[in-house]
């Protein structure tokens, strides 16, 4: 009767839920012999949630063969040995399957296990110190420093005071400050530069704030920093802005016609070719004079030249009906008036002479020729400076 009582309270040590069984329990990592310490404080957690503790840390003696709690014990017992042998690696389970309770198995893989690893401290000292987030992001390089600091703290752990009246001094509370802190510089040390702003205004905190309150914030920083980083644009994105641009603006400078794909507005239809109509065009009604034909590209003439002398004697032929002996009257009486000057040869370049062209003057009509009888004669409009 209090056999059953006992396995049917589940508080008692004895009790076993209906669905507990060999392979309910599972720790990770499995022992393979390196990780002694952090297998066990996983064990000792997991042993602690089924109430099963005290069968490998011995608060729970082995009852008498003749006790009534003797088969329950056995139970518990056979089913802590399961959950012991299939936490390790095969190899170690070989070793551990023959011993009769949990707390032999317990016992042996601590003797087996448990040293001062002084090779193993000094390698997790010179990881830590060395470790860099480099191309890691915070997330990525806070966990693999904070597994360090675990594996070293299970080497090194903070000790307790054990006596029969606790202290009453902050020595305990101070220490593990400073461990804080050393982790906090560490963490922030290993930091990229881009952090730099950040470090400063956490240092001069006082008091620094915890360790998992400082990741937050360099966290935070982190995402702001990639919220802020510009857009990338892709190569073909830029060649068509840069194409949009170039329609935009034009080009300036000795290259800037070269490409312009505009037409001329005037063409003559004679000589072919632009800048021009066949109304002023040189090659058809002749040049000015002393005027010099140009190159193709530079032929251009203005909208105020006059037509050249064939064509004016063949319109004085056609429109004054003169005779060469009128003419010459004509000329004399013009002459006597100091209108015209005495013909002369063709002053040089530098000659600013205001002349009457004897082609232009031609061009009187025959009534302003016979109004000349009377010594006056009409001047022509068109004059031609040389």
Not at 203 to 211: A, G, M
Not at 263 to 284: A, Q
Not at 292 to 311: G, I, W
Request: hydrophobic share 35%; with cysteine.
């Amino acid at each position: 009767m209090a056999q059953g009582a006992v396995q049917q309270d589940t508080e008692s040590e004895y009790f076993v839920h209906p669905s507990e069984g060999p392979n309910s329990l599972t720790v990770s990592p499995k022992l393979n012999g390196s990780n002694f310490l952090a297998w066990k404080r996983s064990m000792q957690r997991a042993l602690g949630t089924k109430n099963k503790l005290g069968f490998v840390n011995g608060n729970i003696p082995v009852p008498d063969s003749d006790d009534l709690l003797r088969p329950a014990w056995e139970r518990c017992n056979h089913l802590v040995q399961s959950w012991i042998i299939n936490s390790v690696s095969d190899s170690i389970a070989q070793t551990v399957v023959f011993y009769d309770s949990a707390l032999e198995i317990w016992q042996d893989l601590h003797e087996r296990f448990i040293k001062v690893d002084r090779i193993r401290i000094t390698t997790l000292r010179s990881s830590i110190n060395s470790l860099k987030q480099g191309n890691k992001s915070v997330i990525d390089y806070f966990t693999e420093l904070k597994a360090l600091w675990e594996e070293f703290s299970s080497h090194r752990p903070i000790p307790n005071c054990v006596c029969v009246h606790p202290c009453r001094c902050d020595a305990s509370k101070v220490a593990k400050d400073h461990i804080n802190e050393d982790q906090i510089m560490q963490f922030l040390t290993g930091l990229n530069d881009t952090f730099s702003v950040v470090k400063t205004q956490i240092l001069l905190l006082d008091p620094l704030p915890s360790l998992n309150k400082v990741y937050s914030l360099v966290v935070q920083e982190e995402s702001n920093a990639a919220s802020l980083l510009p857009v990338s644009v892709g190569d073909d994105n830029s060649v068509q802005l840069n194409a949009s641009d170039a329609r935009r603006f034009p080009p300036h400078g000795k290259g800037a016609f070269q490409n312009n794909s505009t037409k001329p507005t005037r063409f003559c239809s004679f000589c072919h070719r632009t800048n021009h109509t066949v109304d002023f065009c040189y090659e058809k009604h002749g040049y000015p004079t002393k005027e010099k034909p140009r190159s193709n590209a530079m032929v251009q003439a203005p909208s105020d030249e006059l037509p050249s002398s064939a064509s004016l004697n063949a319109s004085t032929s056609s429109t004054t009906g003169l005779s060469q002996e009128q003419y010459t009257q004509l000329v004399s009486l013009l002459r006597q008036a100091s209108l015209v000057a005495p013909a002369s040869p063709s002053p040089g370049p530098s000659s600013n002479n205001i002349t009457a062209s004897p082609l232009v003057s031609s061009t009187i009509s025959a009534n302003e020729a016979s109004s000349s009888s009377k010594s006056f004669v009409s001047l022509p409009t068109s004059w031609i400076i040389d």
